[in-house]
């Protein structure tokens, strides 16, 4: 049942019916915290729309449980694991809580791919425990995962997510990648001992960015999308940003924190077609938003359009 339910949504991700949202959720625990920004960068390689977290008070097993709710289509988690879960540190590491492999299947994250940092979590071998199966057995979205099998994880994450964003399979980026580690200082024993275990649990001809079934005749009929572009970036106490919309909407403006916290958030009656749009960097109480970098997030009707932004 589980395989039958696995080969249906591979059937319907080939024909784009199940590829979520083109964006990325990075997550980071604080052991970590000092590469996050690099490694953020290299899954933006895939996708450019990331939501990232690393702050090390907030990168706790709730606030991921809460955004593994969110649509997207690539997950990256790099926290301490077993085959059983992953465990986030707060409390300045003095204390801890847990995300069980359990509820991926229970929880059913809108998630098409996921990368786990995560050290044995895709154990195949472990019986009823393996996160990187539970994650694609799942009954909604899940339909493949990169993970260790052992201590070790993927590093030098651009190897990997570089041809993926060309548009090439999972297959072909996971091949080149490990190529890539062992061409370009040799398998050392210490890059053996950490990168061999690593697995790919999915249909290796999947493609993440789409297969792009669909043929020319049936273009005129999907669906026109609305557009958002920053006109400057970083930005100092006003944002501007053009706004194309397709039709008449309502919009919900906001703006998160890199932990996922909501500052502020507007709601704006627009008609289609071209707007610019001023938006002062302040939070929901009018106080300036200081340095930093910060989520844009527009809702206009049911697209969610994200853009990441630097205030100077």
Same mark, same amino acid.
């Given at each position: 049942m589980l395989l039958k339910n696995y080969f249906s949504k591979n059937n319907s991700f080939r024909h784009d019916t199940l590829l979520l949202i083109q964006r990325a959720l990075v997550f980071v625990d604080d052991d970590w915290i000092p590469w996050a920004g690099q490694w953020a960068g290299d899954v933006s390689l895939l996708y450019s729309d990331t939501m990232n977290y690393w702050d090390a008070e907030t990168t706790r097993a709730s606030i991921y449980r809460r955004n593994l709710?969110?649509?997207?289509?690539?997950?990256?988690? #790099?926290?301490?694991? *077993?085959?059983?879960?992953?465990? !986030?540190?707060?409390?300045?590491? =003095?204390?801890?809580?847990?995300?069980?492999?359990? $509820?991926?299947?229970?929880?059913?994250?809108?998630?098409?791919?996921?990368?786990?940092? @995560?050290?044995?979590?895709?154990?195949?071998?472990?019986?009823?425990?393996?996160? =990187?199966?539970? @994650?694609? !057995?799942?009954?909604?979205? &899940?339909?493949?995962?990169?993970?260790?099998?052992?201590? =070790?994880?993927? +590093? %030098?994450?651009?190897?990997?997510?570089?041809?993926?964003? $060309?548009?090439?399979?999972? &297959? $072909?980026? !996971?091949?080149?990648?490990?190529? #890539?580690?062992? %061409?370009?200082?040799?398998?050392?024993? %210490?890059?053996? #001992? *950490?990168?061999?275990?690593?697995?790919? +649990?999915? %249909?290796? !001809? +999947?493609?993440p960015l789409g297969h792009n079934t669909g043929i020319d005749e049936q273009i005129a009929h999907v669906t026109e999308q609305s557009s958002l572009t920053i006109r400057s970036n970083p930005v100092t106490s006003k944002l501007h940003f053009h706004l194309a919309l397709a039709a008449k909407e309502n919009l919900k403006i906001s703006i998160y924190d890199c932990s996922g916290r909501k500052l502020n958030d507007i709601t704006r009656k627009m008609a289609s077609g071209n707007h610019t749009v001023e938006l002062l960097m302040n939070d929901r109480y009018g106080n300036a938003l200081s340095q930093g970098v910060y989520i844009l997030e527009v809702k206009v009707g049911t697209q969610i359009i994200t853009k990441k932004i630097v205030k100077i």
């Open positions: 709710d969110t649509i997207q289509a690539w997950v990256q988690v #790099c926290a301490h694991s *077993w085959p059983g879960g992953h465990q !986030f540190a707060y409390n300045n590491g =003095g204390s801890y809580d847990y995300y069980y492999s359990y $509820e991926y299947t229970n929880q059913d994250p809108p998630t098409n791919f996921y990368n786990f940092f @995560a050290c044995s979590f895709s154990r195949y071998t472990t019986t009823g425990n393996c996160g =990187g199966s539970r @994650a694609i !057995f799942n009954p909604g979205s &899940g339909i493949g995962s990169i993970g260790s099998t052992k201590t =070790g994880s993927m +590093l %030098d994450f651009n190897y990997f997510y570089r041809p993926l964003g $060309e548009g090439k399979k999972l &297959g $072909e980026a !996971f091949k080149y990648w490990f190529a #890539c580690i062992y %061409d370009s200082v040799g398998m050392t024993y %210490d890059r053996l #001992c *950490w990168h061999y275990g690593m697995t790919l +649990l999915a %249909d290796p !001809f +999947l493609i």
